[in-house]
């Protein structure tokens, strides 16, 4: 059944009438986008609620399709890097790292969005949440006691945010001290923010572990 809905959606776009020389003619150089919600069909399975998109085009025709990520890897439709077409591992790993890419993207959206909408509501951090942005954006993330003050804001005004796409940063003796200060009731507001491996530092360092 997939391979009739590929033959449908691709052979009309190809030069190539056989699926398999057709599915070569069309390659992934590394263009895709984050749809924000799963609102789009794969064109060239039909997979619903599709959220990332990665751009294949035909060498020959210079038609363009917009697919899942799965696709790419599924069909082998070559994948080109720095005019280099890449070997299956290889390009398995390239779409696996341009999706981790939009992930991570749209959580760095999704955090200064929220951050801007606090900093509109809160007199508090009016003044300052340009400060805890730049902060953010050069350290990738968070003090434990920042993001204390911000996820207490978060909740005093009912604004929504996803707690895993915010990062604690305690790797300096600073940052470090000011998480083990903090009481149980307090760590468990900035948990659900920590990895594993943080998780399993904290642990080690409070010697529960």
Known sequence: MWLKRVAKNLLPLSKSQTLQVALKEWYYD???NDLGEPSADCELCDHPEIKYQFEIENEFTGNKLLVGSEC?????????????????????????????KL?????????IEALVVLGS?????TDKIDRFIDYYKSR????????????????????????SDF??????????????????????????CLSKVQKLRYLKLKGEI
């Open 72 to 100: 790419i890897t599924k069909f082998r439709i070559p994948v080109i890097e720095d005019d280099k077409v890449l070997s299956d591992k290889e390009a398995a790993k390239k779409v696996q790292e341009d999706r981790n």
């Open 121 to 125: 509501v809160d007199v508090y951090f």
């Open 30 to 32: 590394g263009i895709c």
């Open 140 to 163: 990738d993330g968070f003090t434990p006691r920042q993001l204390l003050v911000v996820l207490r804001g978060f909740k005093f005004k009912g604004i929504k945010f996803t707690k």
């Open 103 to 111: 992930i991570e993207a749209a959580k760095i959206k999704r955090v």
């Open 167 to 192: 990062k604690i940063k305690f790797r300096r003796h600073r940052e470090r001290d000011q998480l083990l200060a903090m009481t149980n009731e307090e760590v468990k507001i900035l948990w659900d």
